[in-house]
């Protein structure tokens, strides 16, 4: 690895803890507190080693970003001291497995969708379904899928570039606070899926540019990322305002395809007879057969 990529994996190991630190008080953590003078908001390092059962100078080496060489019980601790949920903790895991040789090598993407998932899409006729990398490119869609996202597909910020990517359009397009029912939440979950891939590909060089180009164009995405969130992205509700049938409370899922790394199928399958199957059964007239739309760039 280059000199640039330690001091990165360093920083972002450095940030990482010290704001999981700063979270949690001493109350919190089960700690006495001596005196009402606390320099910090959080736990002091210290109490931090204390809780993980490990020396201060350990604990200070790990949160200056010097992870290589930690060992799982070491991580477990850390885990436990800084009451690290599931996302964070694969995180942690993620951050230290890039500081050994073998994650210093770059990660494995696939960059196009197979024609098996392309003809399992096309399959998909009556729920909006498409395929998306982690940077949140969308690499194909069925008719609905493209339909339900008409709004990010036309957008213009794709005219002349692809393919279509639904964090640049959340962030630099204005119709993509229309488009979200609930922007913010959407704007959080966003950047803290795009914090937790940059522990697991810290190599991708279109991760770190799409990383750099959302930081100088979005205030909004600055703040966010500044905050170290991360988050694990498998099922869940999404709020949308589509221009033609209204307001959508869509039930998903994210799946992850074992066979093409760093890809994920995304579908939404409302209940029956609800509001939202009735909007995606008028959805589904408008765009016709369900014919496998590649995106944009493909």
Do not use: C
């Amino acid at each position: 690895m280059a000199d640039s990529g330690r001091t990165n994996l360093g920083a972002e190991v450095r940030e990482f803890l010290s704001t999981r630190r700063a979270r949690i008080t001493p109350r919190q953590a089960g700690l006495p507190i001596y005196g009402g003078n606390r320099r910090v908001p959080g736990l002091r390092r210290e109490e931090v080693a204390l809780l993980a059962g490990m020396s201060v100078d350990y604990y200070v080496r790990l949160e200056r970003g010097n992870l290589s060489g930690a060992s799982d019980s070491v991580l477990d601790a850390l885990a436990h001291a800084l009451q690290l949920d599931e996302a964070e903790r694969a995180h942690l895991y993620d951050l230290a497995r890039a500081s050994t040789p073998a994650g210093r090598r770059p990660t494995v993407t696939a960059s196009r969708v197979r024609p098996t998932i392309l003809r399992l899409l096309d399959s998909m006729t009556d729920v909006p379904a498409y395929v998306r990398n982690a940077r949140f490119d969308v690499l194909a869609a069925n008719a609905l899928g493209r339909a339900l996202y008409a709004p990010v597909f036309d957008s213009p910020l794709f005219a002349q570039r692809g393919p279509v990517n639904t964090a640049r359009f959340l962030f630099l397009d204005p119709a993509g606070r229309d488009f979200w029912a609930d922007w913010d939440k959407g704007a959080d979950d966003s950047v803290a899926f795009l914090r937790s891939e940059t522990g697991r590909a810290p190599h991708d060089k279109a991760l770190t540019d799409l990383i750099g180009e959302l930081t100088t164009k979005s205030e909004e995405f600055a703040r966010r990322w500044a905050r170290h969130d991360v988050k694990i992205h498998r099922s869940g509700v999404k709020r949308l305002h589509h221009p033609l049938v209204g307001d959508l409370a869509l039930p998903y899922e994210a799946m992850e395809l074992p066979a093409d790394p760093g890809l994920r199928l995304n579908f939404y399958t409302p209940e029956p007879d609800s509001p939202e199957r009735q909007a995606l059964g008028l959805l589904a007239s408008w765009a016709g057969a369900g014919t496998v739309v590649p995106s944009p760039g493909d």
